[in-house]
């Protein structure tokens, strides 16, 4: 699907005069409205879609596009953003993949939320306007139409850690997800700082890189069984790598929670199953709270100040201080 530059191009008038057409304004000529609402329908707009959209001004749809299917926090995200979107009579539309960028747009969707590692930052830059506000869930953008919606990562990360030194710790690795995402930078940032606050000098030989998936998580212990001496403590960036982790050291006849302490971080129901000490995520209101910013920027007055979730340490088994 072409956007509104693109069509304006082949109808040789502006982008404003294309929105105005859609937008069913009468400060358009009736040439210039028709030669534009023919170039929609041969480039592939639903004209039930155009019609909607002449009638009241949105598509009453918002956009959820996401990454991955493995990381099965997305459920509860998606599951606070139904509930709010069903009462409230809009309609949501899920999507991933490179294709999402297609359906960013207002003749489609009223607006975007954003959980996508793989979508770029330029591509939301170029989306967002007044037309389509857009809220983001993983990264924080300097435009007056996106809005961020963080977790605090910093904080519950730097108390996890400062606790484990209090209780007598001193030798910890650190199993980092993807390494050009906030989220995986505040947590080792936080991590570094509680070591560093106690004096506890940490090397970046003791910093492995992983991906947020329960692969990464056995490969990174399969190292550390390797290294003499091994680590007290592996804090891990998220739950699905503490798991993976946790298989291997197991696997080797080491005890979790004794011989070695793992902790992770989302509480999703990996953790919850494998007895993951963790930091908790509401992601069901995750969700509902972007929905909610959404709507009101679509409309009402555009908010794009940041918003920060509180996160809480849960204790269980695999790590006890």
């Known amino acids: 699907m072409i956007g509104v530059k693109e069509i304006a191009a082949l109808a040789g008038v502006s982008p404003a005069t294309v929105s105005n057409v859609l937008n069913g304004r009468a400060n358009v000529g009736q040439e210039t409205r028709e030669r534009v609402l023919t170039i929609c329908r041969e480039k592939g707009y639903n004209p039930n879609i155009v019609a909607k959209n002449l009638k009241t001004g949105s598509p009453k749809t918002l956009l959820f596009t996401f990454s991955d299917f493995d990381r099965k926090f997305y459920l509860d995200v998606i599951h606070g953003i139904h509930d709010y979107v069903d009462a409230h009579d809009y309609d949501l539309l899920i999507c991933t993949g490179r294709f999402c960028e297609k359906y960013m747009d207002p003749l489609v969707t009223s607006g975007c939320i954003a959980l996508d590692g793989k979508l770029e930052n330029a591509v939301l830059e170029r989306k967002a306007s007044r037309n389509y506000p857009i809220v983001v869930l993983d990264r924080k953008l300097d435009n007056p139409f996106i809005k961020s919606i963080l977790v605090n990562n910093y904080g519950p990360m730097h108390q996890l850690v400062t606790r484990l ?28 700082d509680a070591l560093g606050s106690r004096g506890i000098c940490f090397t970046r030989d003791r910093y492995i890189s992983g991906d947020w998936h329960e692969e990464s998580g ?69 969700g509902y709270l972007a929905a909610q910013a959404l709507v009101g920027n679509i409309e009402g007055e555009i908010d794009t100040s940041t918003f920060r979730i509180n996160a809480k340490i849960v204790e269980r088994s695999s790590a006890v201080f």
């Open 165 to 192: 030194v209090d209780a007598g710790y001193r030798r910890f690795s650190f199993l980092g997800g993807v390494e050009n995402t906030s989220d995986n930078r505040e947590r080792y940032q936080a991590f570094l």
């Open 218 to 286: 056995r490969r990174a212990a399969q190292i550390l069984m390797l290294t003499y001496p091994r680590p007290e403590v592996l804090v891990c960036a998220n739950d699905n790598m503490a798991l993976g982790a946790m298989e291997v050291f197991r696997d080797n006849g080491l005890s979790v929670g004794h011989d070695i302490l793992v902790t992770g971080f989302d509480n999703n129901d990996v953790a919850t199953y494998n007895g993951i000490t963790t930091i908790d995520i509401p992601d069901y209101e995750r």
